[in-house]
Protein backbone atom coordinates (compact mmCIF):
# COMPACT_ATOMS: atom_id res chain seq x y z
CA UNK A 1 0.00 0.00 0.00
CA UNK A 2 2.90 2.31 0.58
CA UNK A 3 4.22 1.99 -2.58
CA UNK A 4 1.04 2.60 -4.37
CA UNK A 5 0.80 6.08 -2.36
CA UNK A 6 4.44 6.87 -3.35
CA UNK A 7 4.10 6.02 -6.84
CA UNK A 8 0.87 8.30 -6.41
CA UNK A 9 3.39 10.94 -5.32
CA UNK A 10 5.49 10.55 -7.78
CA UNK A 11 2.43 11.14 -10.24
CA UNK A 12 1.95 14.31 -8.88
CA UNK A 13 5.67 15.34 -8.93
CA UNK A 14 6.21 14.79 -12.54
CA UNK A 15 2.82 16.72 -13.38
CA UNK A 16 4.12 19.48 -11.39
CA UNK A 17 7.47 19.53 -13.40
CA UNK A 18 6.14 19.06 -16.51
CA UNK A 19 3.38 21.76 -16.05
CA UNK A 20 0.26 19.89 -16.03
CA UNK A 21 -2.11 21.63 -13.74
CA UNK A 22 -5.77 20.38 -13.34
CA UNK A 23 -8.06 23.16 -15.25
CA UNK A 24 -11.56 23.48 -14.50
CA UNK A 25 -13.60 25.69 -16.67
CA UNK A 26 -15.18 28.61 -14.97
CA UNK A 27 -18.74 29.29 -15.52
CA UNK A 28 -19.82 33.10 -16.17
CA UNK A 29 -23.82 32.80 -16.52
CA UNK A 30 -25.84 34.36 -14.13
CA UNK A 31 -27.95 31.80 -13.54
CA UNK A 32 -27.54 28.83 -11.84
CA UNK A 33 -29.49 25.72 -13.42
CA UNK A 34 -29.18 26.96 -16.66
CA UNK A 35 -28.71 23.48 -18.60
CA UNK A 36 -31.78 21.93 -16.50
CA UNK A 37 -34.08 22.15 -19.63
CA UNK A 38 -31.52 21.90 -22.35
CA UNK A 39 -30.10 17.93 -23.16
CA UNK A 40 -26.57 17.19 -22.96
CA UNK A 41 -24.63 16.31 -25.36
CA UNK A 42 -24.33 12.78 -26.17
CA UNK A 43 -20.67 11.97 -25.39
CA UNK A 44 -20.13 9.17 -22.42
CA UNK A 45 -18.97 10.89 -19.37
CA UNK A 46 -15.23 10.43 -18.60
CA UNK A 47 -14.26 7.33 -16.24
CA UNK A 48 -12.58 8.17 -13.12
CA UNK A 49 -9.79 5.94 -12.09
CA UNK A 50 -6.91 6.30 -10.13
CA UNK A 51 -4.03 5.15 -11.62
CA UNK A 52 -1.32 2.92 -10.04
CA UNK A 53 1.39 4.90 -11.87
CA UNK A 54 2.78 3.21 -14.84
CA UNK A 55 0.64 4.71 -17.01
CA UNK A 56 -1.42 8.07 -16.13
CA UNK A 57 -3.18 8.48 -19.89
CA UNK A 58 -4.68 4.50 -20.58
CA UNK A 59 -6.31 2.43 -17.82
CA UNK A 60 -5.64 -0.77 -19.18
CA UNK A 61 -2.15 -0.76 -19.87
CA UNK A 62 -2.19 0.92 -16.51
CA UNK A 63 -3.78 -2.25 -14.99
CA UNK A 64 -2.07 -4.83 -17.35
CA UNK A 65 1.70 -3.60 -16.40
CA UNK A 66 0.83 -3.10 -12.47
CA UNK A 67 -0.18 -7.09 -12.80
CA UNK A 68 2.19 -7.99 -14.88
CA UNK A 69 4.81 -6.62 -11.96
CA UNK A 70 3.44 -7.79 -8.83
CA UNK A 71 3.20 -11.55 -10.53
CA UNK A 72 6.53 -11.32 -11.23
CA UNK A 73 7.74 -9.62 -7.66
CA UNK A 74 5.31 -12.20 -5.73
CA UNK A 75 6.05 -15.33 -7.85
CA UNK A 76 10.01 -14.82 -8.89
CA UNK A 77 10.85 -13.51 -5.65
CA UNK A 78 9.17 -14.50 -3.17
CA UNK A 79 8.39 -18.28 -4.20
CA UNK A 80 11.05 -18.75 -5.72
CA UNK A 81 13.34 -16.54 -4.22
CA UNK A 82 13.04 -18.29 -0.67
CA UNK A 83 12.57 -22.01 -2.55
CA UNK A 84 16.18 -21.38 -3.37
CA UNK A 85 16.91 -19.58 -0.33
CA UNK A 86 15.38 -23.40 1.44
CA UNK A 87 17.55 -25.73 -0.65
CA UNK A 88 20.77 -23.57 -0.41
CA UNK A 89 23.93 -25.58 0.46
CA UNK A 90 24.95 -24.87 3.89
CA UNK A 91 28.40 -22.64 3.43
CA UNK A 92 29.53 -22.90 6.75
CA UNK A 93 28.99 -26.58 6.89
CA UNK A 94 27.27 -26.06 10.54
CA UNK A 95 25.48 -29.45 9.43
CA UNK A 96 28.50 -31.53 8.55
CA UNK A 97 29.93 -30.36 11.65
CA UNK A 98 27.47 -31.34 13.97
CA UNK A 99 27.05 -35.00 11.90
CA UNK A 100 30.47 -35.78 12.52
CA UNK A 101 30.29 -34.73 16.23
CA UNK A 102 27.40 -36.99 16.90
CA UNK A 103 29.61 -39.92 14.94
CA UNK A 104 32.33 -39.24 17.12
CA UNK A 105 30.55 -39.19 20.23
CA UNK A 106 28.44 -42.03 19.59
CA UNK A 107 31.96 -44.14 18.96
CA UNK A 108 33.53 -42.61 21.85
CA UNK A 109 30.53 -44.34 23.99
CA UNK A 110 30.27 -47.67 21.84
CA UNK A 111 34.30 -47.65 22.98
CA UNK A 112 33.76 -46.84 26.66
CA UNK A 113 35.72 -43.85 26.24
CA UNK A 114 35.73 -40.23 27.20
CA UNK A 115 33.77 -38.47 25.33
CA UNK A 116 36.82 -35.60 25.73
CA UNK A 117 39.56 -36.64 26.07
CA UNK A 118 42.02 -35.20 28.65
CA UNK A 119 45.32 -34.90 26.76
CA UNK A 120 43.32 -33.45 23.58
CA UNK A 121 46.66 -31.55 23.53
CA UNK A 122 49.79 -33.08 24.32
CA UNK A 123 50.92 -31.88 27.38
CA UNK A 124 54.55 -31.33 26.10
CA UNK A 125 53.48 -28.56 23.72
CA UNK A 126 52.15 -26.44 26.04
CA UNK A 127 54.06 -23.60 27.30
CA UNK A 128 53.54 -22.50 30.80
CA UNK A 129 55.07 -19.29 32.24
CA UNK A 130 57.23 -20.25 35.50
CA UNK A 131 56.06 -18.91 38.85
CA UNK A 132 59.29 -16.23 38.67
CA UNK A 133 57.34 -14.98 35.64
CA UNK A 134 53.85 -15.14 37.40
CA UNK A 135 54.55 -13.03 40.40
CA UNK A 136 51.64 -12.31 42.30
CA UNK A 137 49.15 -13.08 39.30
CA UNK A 138 46.22 -14.28 41.09
CA UNK A 139 45.65 -17.35 38.85
CA UNK A 140 41.68 -18.71 38.76
CA UNK A 141 41.08 -22.08 37.59
Do not use: H
Not at 55 to 77: G, L
Not at 78 to 89: E, I
Not at 93 to 106: H, M, P, T, V
Not at 113 to 135: H, Q, V
Amino acid sequence: MAGVVRLQGLQRLRNALTGVTSRRSINSSSKKCEAKGQTQSAEPPKENWVSYGFDSKNKTIDRNVMKQTFFVTVTVCLVFGGFGWSYLPDPLLKDWAQREAYLLIRYREENGLPLIDRNLIDPAKIKLPSDEELGDTEIII
